[in-house]
């Protein structure tokens, strides 16, 4: 035996709730959208989702199942041949909840609950980084380089070169330090 649900029911007792969301089930079936209190589309949608399942199935037990909720025969033939091909794809959340306000007699917050007939988009998954470093794919074409001109390079001087040189530059300094040390004394013999 099924536990009834715990808190205030929404009519009288739970067979007088039973009846009612089996009736707003029919509206929202018919009619793809309807418009109630915030309450009773809460507990509303798990009864419209589990019938939608059902209708998804489409076998006759299934068919039989949402009869015995619902009773009318063309709400259920409109659930099983036009909703369900169009929720085909869908793997849950066939109903969305819109808030609109209160109503303006008793200041009770409203709701409007519509079944999401639109076709699934799926997402693109993102591909999954690997460790190693990316090889190029093949499809990319390879970058061909443009001729560089290459302009004339001087030689640097050979080993031998630098030696002399330097012994040269050596030689030099080593000459202006023997003439500079050689002034001061001719200097003083004046």
């Not at 690997?130 to 030689?155: N, W």
């Amino acid at each position: 035996m099924p536990k009834p649900t715990k808190g205030p029911r929404l009519g009288g007792g739970p067979a007088h709730e039973r009846l009612l969301l089996a009736n707003l089930a029919a509206a929202l079936f018919t009619h793809k959208s309807i418009k109630t209190t915030e309450t009773k589309a809460k507990r509303l949608r798990p009864l419209a989702e589990r019938l939608i399942t059902f209708a998804k199935r489409g076998d006759l037990h299934a068919r039989r199942r949402v009869l015995s909720v619902i009773g009318d025969k063309e709400v259920v033939h409109i659930l099983f041949t036009e909703i369900a091909p169009l929720v085909a794809d869908r793997e849950g959340g066939y109903t969305r909840i819109t808030k609109v306000g209160n109503r303006k007699g008793d200041n009770a917050p409203m709701a409007v609950i519509e079944l999401v007939l639109e076709p699934v988009t799926k997402k693109a998954t993102p591909a999954k980084k690997s460790t190693k470093k990316a090889e190029p794919k093949a499809e990319e074409a390879p970058v061909e380089e443009a001729p560089v001109e290459e302009a004339p390079v001087e030689e640097a001087p050979a080993a031998e070169e630098i030696a002399a040189d330097e012994t040269e530059v050596a030689a030099d300094a080593a000459a202006d330090a023997d003439a500079a040390a050689e002034a001061p004394a001719e200097e003083k013999a004046e």
